[in-house]
């Protein structure tokens, strides 16, 4: 037998040399695992989170070519990016979707670590870290919408300045040192801290934050995306109106993760305790929790406390958020009566949402736990009458049906969206583009979920049974009938004396049976 050696070609061999040389670096050092069926998205809402930094770098680094981070150029800019680059209203729209997105995934993200306990795994550095990361997205995305320098911006930057001033003893520096001398200084500080400071934070924050393992779903990071595109298509974003400093500014709010500390200063108390002091008590608090939580178990369902607190957080969270963004709409008042939120009604019902929120939390561990018991009783009878739950399953031809009906409307998307390109209608463009990109996701999945299904082995089909010969059995005589009957009398048989009948015959009798005598006496013999 011979053997043959193939030397490998140069492509190859620059690969092999590349990826040898990366294994001593960090990128190698992570793990990724590659689902090869549905994984639930809460458990890596973390990588989810990063992708959209990626898209967010993507698109950012494009619309820094055309931005122009200078006072009276800034707004102009952006509307030359919106209304006459080439595809500057679709990096625009995505670039802002996706920095609300990332927002929301690392808020999502961060509760869903809290709630399931995963801080205790000897995680306390990458839940602490995780809370400054949050923090830090936070100020990102606030600084991005600021360099627009509309009039939403120019009330954050007020806003912001004036917690900034309020600050004891540092705070006069402070401010001096990221706002600059005034609005004709912050648009470059505020570029400065967007494109190139804060990111170089954020990166070696993630660099310490990020586990070895990381699950990479294709799937859902195509959802993801493709959501975004969506939104962008559907809600496209606003320019707003350019700040004018002889003009006062309209009524206006901030952006959505910002209303909550929004209506704290609408109550007009004191700005550094509103402003600065409760946020950053609430920041410190999910920081230390790990070290608080002294619950032996993870499950949500036995750290009482610790998930009531969770809870009540959150309500505060939403009634502040839905509170910041409500202004009275009777024009017929002043604009302070308008905006006033009265603080003691404020502080009261944040005061009530306490006991309500630990109410809640009692009643629905309740009701999680009964739902358990309720389980584990079904799941008993299932196990003794031997019955099994029964999982929804595609047949494999409709599986493969599904997937050329996707591929169909997957070609009509693109067909779509780019008569929709040719057209001009540049939202409609986005929309059907995220479409493509969620379609994606579904063909996507469902060949995975085929080819998962394929993997499983299929019960043996019961063989016919095999045909079978008439045999005829003759009966056959046990041994102690055979006795019994061999036991009887044999009937005596009846001489006939052929000579005694006749009239004067002498002489010994000679004579025969008769022929039934005859035959009983061989059957008994038989």
């Keep these: 037998m011979g053997t043959t050696l193939q030397e490998d070609n140069g492509l190859t061999k620059f690969f092999k040399w590349l990826w ?8 190698l050092g992570l793990k990724f695992t590659f689902p090869s069926r549905f994984v639930s998205p809460m458990g890596f809402l973390g990588m989810l989170t990063f992708i959209t930094f990626i898209i967010l770098g993507i698109t950012g680094a494009l619309l820094m070519f055309y931005y122009e981070p200078i006072l ?16 500057g209203f679709h990096m625009r729209n995505i670039h802002y979707h996706a920095s609300n997105a990332m927002v929301f995934l690392a808020l999502a993200h961060m509760y869903y670590q809290y709630f399931s306990g995963r801080y205790k795994i000897r995680n306390e550095v990458l839940w602490v870290t995780g809370v400054i990361l949050g923090t830090v997205t936070i100020l990102e995305a606030f600084t991005g919408y600021d360099i627009l320098y509309n009039e939403r911006a120019e009330l954050a930057i007020s806003i912001a300045a004036s917690l900034t001033n309020s600050i004891p003893v540092l705070g006069p520096d402070i401010r001096e040192t990221v706002f600059g001398a005034g609005f004709a200084d912050f648009v470059l500080r505020f570029y400065a801290l967007h494109v190139f400071i804060l990111p170089i934070v954020m990166l070696g924050l ?26 962008g298509g559907v809600f496209p974003v606003e320019l707003g109106f350019k700040f004018e400093p002889a003009s006062p500014p309209g009524v206006t709010v901030p952006e959505w ?15 550094f305790v509103t402003g600065v002091l409760w946020p950053g008590l609430f920041i410190g608090s999910l920081a230390l929790i790990p070290f608080i939580d002294r619950y032996k178990k993870f499950s949500w369902k036995d750290r009482p406390l610790v998930t009531a607190i969770g809870i009540t957080s959150l309500a505060q969270i939403i009634v502040t958020t839905y509170w910041g963004f409500y202004i009275d709409p009777d024009i017929s008042k002043s604009l302070t009566e308008r905006l006033v939120i009265d603080p003691i009604l404020l502080y009261v019902v944040m005061l009530l949402l306490v006991p309500l929120s630990f109410g809640f939390t009692y009643m629905l561990i309740k009701l999680a736990r009964h739902a358990e ?3 584990k009783m079904e799941a008993a009878k299932r196990k003794a009458s031997g019955e099994t739950r029964k999982s929804i399953s595609l047949p494999e031809n409709w599986t493969w049906i599904l997937i050329v009906v996707l591929l169909i409307f997957q070609v009509y998307l693109n ?21 493509v990109l969620v379609t994606f996701a579904g ?9 998962q299904q394929a993997k499983i082995p299929k019960p043996a089909s019961p063989k016919p049974p095999a045909a079978t010969k008439e045999v005829v059995v003759k009966p056959v005589m046990q041994p102690a009938a055979a006795a019994e009957v061999a036991q009887k009398p044999v009937p005596q048989t009846r001489v006939v004396n052929p000579s005694a009948s006749l ?20 059957h008994l013999k038989k």
Excluded: C
């Design 415 to 435: 067909l779509s969206a780019y008569y929709a390109a040719t057209a001009g209608f540049r939202n409609v463009e986005l929309f059907l583009v995220g479409l």
């Design 206 to 231: 993630m660099a310490v934050h990020f586990p070895r393992f990381l699950v990479f779903d294709v799937p859902m990071v195509m959802a993801i995306s493709g959501a975004i595109f969506v939104t």
């Design 443 to 451: 063909i996507f999945h469902i060949y995975r979920y085929a080819n």
């Design 72 to 87: 009276d150029r800034a707004w102009d800019s952006v509307e030359r990016i919106n209304d006459v680059i080439p595809y």
């Design 20 to 27: 040898n040389g990366l294994e001593r670096t960090m990128f």
């Design 257 to 271: 993760y910002l209303t909550g500390l929004y209506a704290y200063l609408r109550s007009q108390y004191d700005k």
């Design 373 to 375: 018991m309720m389980n």
């Design 503 to 522: 009239p004067g015959s002498t002489g010994p009798a000679t004579g025969s049976m008769d022929s039934q005598t005859m035959a009983d006496s061989r």
